[in-house]
């Protein structure tokens, strides 16, 4: 129960922060925190939420298969199975998915390409990638209507327990081990496109 209620606080400063940055524009967004590996539990925003508010009915906790596991009258993110991919995958403890005009843009602009690389940012020091030639390669995405087809095709992208993935003209999602991870590796890819962003306007 304490870490249940713990694992709540911590999500909910995460959705604070990420509110402040204004990242959850016409209640898109949703975040994940892992409560319990066996059986696995997660917490995960409930549907359709102005996520900038912090309210009781902000999360609800469900199972490997995106069930609530506890009655209710809230729903899940229509996102859910994507959160629960990475938790059946790998042992990250955190996921968060934000629909920014920086990442849509990014994504449409090297969408057919499959993938955007960076090297020689040292922001890419966040996931890990310390080597001065070391690349950081995100993969894009397509974003299919249907759920279940857009978590497959997530699902091959999930190779490590942290990483970012772009569904193009949609958003990104990314995972760490705990929150404080996935909140920076969410803030440097940001970063990244930005700068990206900014590199092809005086180019
Ligand atoms: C309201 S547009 C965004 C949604 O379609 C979806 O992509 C999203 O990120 C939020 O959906 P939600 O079900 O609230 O988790
Ligand atoms: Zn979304």
Not at 77 to 99: D, Q, R, V
Not at 122 to 137: H, Q, R, T, V, Y
């Amino acid at each position: 129960m304490i870490a249940l209620q713990n694992k709540w606080k911590e999500l909910a400063d995460i959705k604070d922060e990420l509110a402040a940055r204004d990242w959850f524009m016409g209640t898109s967004g949703n975040l994940a925190i892992k409560v319990s590996d066996d059986p696995l539990r997660f917490l995960v925003t409930a549907s359709g939420k102005d996520k900038k508010k912090r309210t009781m009915e902000d999360f609800l906790l469900v199972n490997a298969n995106a069930d609530p596991v506890e009655e209710t009258d809230l729903k899940p993110s229509a996102e859910t199975l994507l959160h629960c991919a990475i938790y059946n995958k790998t042992s990250a403890g955190c996921s968060l998915h934000i629909h920014t005009v920086a990442n849509n843009v990014i994504s449409e602009i090297y969408g057919n390409e499959g993938k955007i690389d960076f090297q020689g940012q040292e922001l890419i020091k966040a996931f890990g990638l310390w080597d001065e030639d070391a690349l950081l390669s995100i993969p894009i995405i397509t974003n299919h209507a249907h759920i279940p087809s857009l978590a497959e095709e997530f699902s091959s992208h999930i190779h490590a327990d942290k990483g970012a993935v772009l569904i193009r003209n949609h958003g990104i999602t990314v995972w760490g081990k705990d929150g404080f991870e996935a909140k920076k590796l969410l803030e440097a890819c940001e970063f990244l496109f930005q700068y990206q962003l900014a590199l092809l306007q005086i180019k």
